[in-house]
């Protein structure tokens, strides 16, 4: 076919698609397009329609190259942009799709779904708050707008507000039946309002689903295990978890442990022989002053994820001498000079006073980004598997405190293996059971070689002497950071509903103390296989042996 008769073939595509889109059918309007692609056509609405076909097969990342070949051709169409955004967004490439609803703000600022595409991304990086406002400034600007309103339902489902959940979502489905963000958000507050059989066979519908997105799915298989493990039902739900996990694990493989990739557990492993390695007097950094934004005190809180570092980051903030961060990446800078490059860990070894005092001052750069001032307090860093970084940590602060949350070795695995958390490196860990397991086991033996070898001021904070004595233990922990104690620290779960909690135990940590401990037992035939590879830390950590 001749040039000229391939832009014919495309104008007529085009006229057909636009007829059937003046007689809403979208169906006929779909295949004209998808057909005039594949012969050749390049105009900007067929493009833009057969990225939406693909779009709908969870297919983002093809369709993120049709849409940049429309907007080659039409540069300032914001639709075009925002659709570019979603599926940016969607295929995991955050930060640039935050970049293309920018650029349809800046040009028209009152366009509702660039505000919701942008509320979207912001989720999905973990910035709740920024998610909540752009959902807000889109549902003000449109108040029919099914999808803001369902991101603000599964943001409110997050942070255990029921009732809000269930209203946003019913609202939503009101307009649009089949959003799924809306229906996970409803079968997720019918989880929290005890209403196990619903939320299961909610659950259960919408993985019957064909429309579930595939990325969705280990988040709906994790809420249906949750139903059944609330009605005691603990193998299904174990099965589950490991269904929802295995999906999780498939998706993400090639990125995670594919060919020429270092994957988490290497990178700890590689931590560990290095500073298992050194010889007495290898460990030399020069030591640095840290002026530290004038904060009172510098306390890292680490241990492992799900050991209760919420928990008592969240008891600690509520004093009014304390400044808190809640898992932000502040130390990425000295990650890219020390741990990505072979020879890494043995520069820091030797780092000088000038190297170290500029990752100081960008670590400091970092928190005051994300709207933190320590000036007067003390300012607790909490992100869990900065258990890893204990050398950094030394070396860029020698006078920093560490609060290291323990629980039982049993109870964390199995909670990591239970949550559907945002995937990045670390959390892929987690999509298989002997995977969690021994990475507990791999962080567990890095932090007590890091102990050893590049010593920190460290106290360790049990989970469950926490929750049997609350008062006891915090006294104690406010001893160790240089605070007076107050009964304000008592009320601990009133102030945490007026903060933004990102992790997975903002529902907890708001209903108070909960007894989380002893969870393991209900599953103890399926943890048995890893049982031999976390004994060693039931011993050192003085938990209950295995048998």
Known sequence: MTDTQTMSSSMEAVRAAEGALAFNDMASALTIAVEAVKAGADHPLLLNLAAHSLETQHRYAEAVELLERALEQAPDDLNLLCALGLCLSRSGRREASLAAFDAVLQVQPDFAPAHYGKGSAFELLGDLDGA??????????????????????????????????????????AVDPSLTVARIALASARLGEKDLAG????????????????????????????????????????????A?????????????????????????????????????????????????????????????????????????ATHPDVVSLEERP?????????????????????????????????????????????????????????????????????????????RDPRDVVLSCFRRAFGMNPAMYQFTSLEGTATFYDAVMRLEQVSAERTPVEMAEVRYEDLIGDLEGEARQVCDFLGLEWTDDLKDFAEKSRERTIRTPSAKQVARGLYRGDGQWRRYEQELASVLPTLKPWLKRFGYEPAE
């Open 132 to 173: 909540r406002r752009h959902y807000e400034a889109a549902a003000g600007l449109f108040p029919g707008y099914a999808e803001p309103l369902g991101g603000l339902a599964s943001l409110a489902a997050r942070r255990g507000d029921v009732a809000e959940a269930r209203s946003l979502a019913e609202r939503a489905l």
């Open 244 to 316: 929802g996990n295995a999906e999780s694990r498939e998706q993400h493989r090639a990125e995670y442990e594919g060919e020429g990739v270092e994957t988490h557990l290497q990178l700890v492993r590689r931590i560990e022989a290095f500073l298992n390695g050194l010889k007495p007097g290898d460990w030399a950094p020069e030591r640095v002053e840290d002026e530290g934004m004038g904060a009172r005190a510098h306390v890292f809180l680490i241990g492992f994820p799900r050991s209760g570092t919420t928990l008592l980051e969240q008891i600690i």
């Open 330 to 406: 502040t130390l990425e800078d000295a990650d890219a000079a020390y741990l990505i490059e072979p020879d890494g860990l043995g520069r820091l070894a030797r780092a000088s006073a000038s190297e170290l005092s500029d990752l100081q001052r960008r670590y400091w750069a970092r928190v005051a980004d994300y709207g933190v001032d320590p000036a007067g307090k003390v300012f607790i860093d909490k992100l869990p598997l900065n258990t890893v970084k204990l050398s950094i940590i030394n070396a860029l602060f020698p006078k920093a405190k560490v609060l290291f949350a323990l």
């Open 199 to 242: 939320a299961e066979a909610a659950a259960r519908d919408l993985l019957a689903d064909p429309r579930l997105d595939p990325t969705d799915r280990p988040m709906v298989q994790a809420l249906l295990g949750d139903a059944l493990d609330g009605q005691d039902r603990a193998a299904e739900a174990f099965a589950a978890y490991a």
